[in-house]
């Protein structure tokens, strides 16, 4: 476990696990910025992993 993101005070404010492919924690909403029309990059991130995953599955599947 490794803590990466900071607040301002210098509080830990999310954390990753680098064992896995994709673990993170957070003390922070990152989905409300979507409101604003900015999505994050970790929610871009997730996504991303999300559809590699799903494809790595669904060629498994077909062969």
């Given amino acids: 476990m490794q803590f990466t993101g900071f607040d301002d005070n ?3 404010r999310s954390l990753e696990l680098r064992c896995n492919h994709f673990f993170i924690g957070t003390a922070f909403q990152p ?3 979507a409101f604003l029309g ?3 990059p970790i929610i871009k991130s ?3 992993a ?3 995953a799903n494809n790595y599955i669904a060629d498994r599947r077909d062969s």
């Fill in 31 to 33: 989905e409300r910025s």
């Fill in 38 to 40: 900015k999505p994050q």
């Fill in 10 to 12: 210098g509080d830990p």
């Fill in 46 to 48: 997730f996504l991303k």
């Fill in 50 to 52: 999300a559809k590699e």
